[in-house]
């Protein structure tokens, strides 16, 4: 298995969807840069009409699947945030009590 194999199913098999490190209740895509650059190198190479390698060719086939799957993703993920975010806010004013915490405002 070549390097490129390796590195694409180790980024592949992470999850898609992880809690933002700065505020657990918001969540992020997690698609890896490595294999952003990986896709971006193999459409350069095949533009300059440069050789590219069987198992690059193979991730860069589902280019398209990869991009509108991450793209929903992110789409999602701000509408969460949001949604997560103005909740927190209201229930604020609700309950006059940090709603995770019990403590009062």
């Not at 969540?27 to 440069?50: S, T, W």
């Not at 992110?74 to 309950?95: G, K, L, P, T």
């Amino acid at each position: 298995m070549s390097s490129i194999d390796q590195a694409a199913e180790e980024k592949l098999n992470l999850f898609l969807l992880v809690r933002d490190a700065t505020d657990p209740r918001l969540i992020r895509v997690n698609f890896d840069p490595v294999l952003v650059r990986l896709l971006r190198e193999a459409k350069y190479f095949q533009e300059l009409g440069k050789t590219v390698p069987d198992s690059l060719m193979r991730l860069y086939q589902k280019n398209d699947v990869y991009y509108q799957y991450t793209s929903k993703l992110d789409m999602m993920a701000s509408q969460y945030n949001h949604i997560r975010s103005a909740v927190c806010e209201y229930s604020v004013c609700v309950y006059g009590t940090n709603y995770y915490t019990g403590a009062p405002i």
